[in-house]
């Protein structure tokens, strides 16, 4: 795809954390929202795995200078997450208090909040999976608050335009691939205690 084509820098994120992104949607864990036998006990199995990982990465957006210079109006969820957990009845699990690691440069902060606001893209259909197998009560706070599609347009305009430098790119896929492994990291270790558990 030649440089100057519309969407390069989209295209390119895409791409170059397709992967990534395969690993984290086919986790053993998150393949279980889309299924048609989901247990209202496996859903908040997993929104309690999610819980740590989406925290710190929020955190490393929000709590970012970039994010206040940036100008975007970026809005949390961990809040939803929690409170589905707790209309659930499972634990909130405890999120590290200690600041997070802020030294990434602009580039790398644009590429976790691709990550950040591309996991909003999905959550309309796995709202639309969790109500089907488990009903219309069940809380989904958390994968009910979906990206307006002009404000997720936006973000990729502004990401066309701050990362337009070949280097910059580059920065913000290490910083995006970093997010999802981070994720993906938390989410088996998760399972791995889980079954540990079981096993005794």
């Known amino acids: 795809m030649n440089r100057h084509q519309r969407g390069y820098v989209h295209q390119t994120l895409r ?7 395969k690993a984290l949607d086919h986790h053993r864990l998150m393949r279980r929202l889309t299924g048609s036998d989901l247990t209202r006990e496996q859903y908040a199995e997993l929104l309690a795995a999610m819980c740590r990982p ?5 955190r490393q957006v929000h709590a970012s200078r970039h994010h206040a210079e940036s100008g975007l109006e970026l809005s949390p969820r961990l809040a939803r997450l929690e409170a589905d957990l707790v209309e659930l009845g499972q634990p909130v699990p405890p999120v590290s208090q200690t600041p997070p690691d802020l030294s990434d440069g602009r580039a790398a902060w644009w590429g976790r909040v691709y990550v950040l606001e591309g996991s909003r893209q999905g959550s309309a259909l796995i ?12 809380p989904c706070r958390f994968f009910g608050e979906t990206i307006v599609p002009d404000d997720f347009g936006r973000l990729l305009a502004t990401l066309e335009r701050e990362l337009e430098v070949e280097d910059a790119l580059a920065q913000a896929v290490a910083g995006a691939r970093e997010a999802f492994a981070d994720y ?10 889980k079954r540990a558990v079981e096993m005794r």
């Open 15 to 21: 791409r170059a954390t397709a992967a990534a992104h």
């Open 54 to 58: 989406h925290a710190r990465l929020e």
């Open 127 to 138: 709202a639309r999976c969790i109500h089907s197998s488990l009903g219309d009560t069940v």
């Open 184 to 193: 993906k990291a938390e989410l088996d270790a998760f399972d791995s205690r």
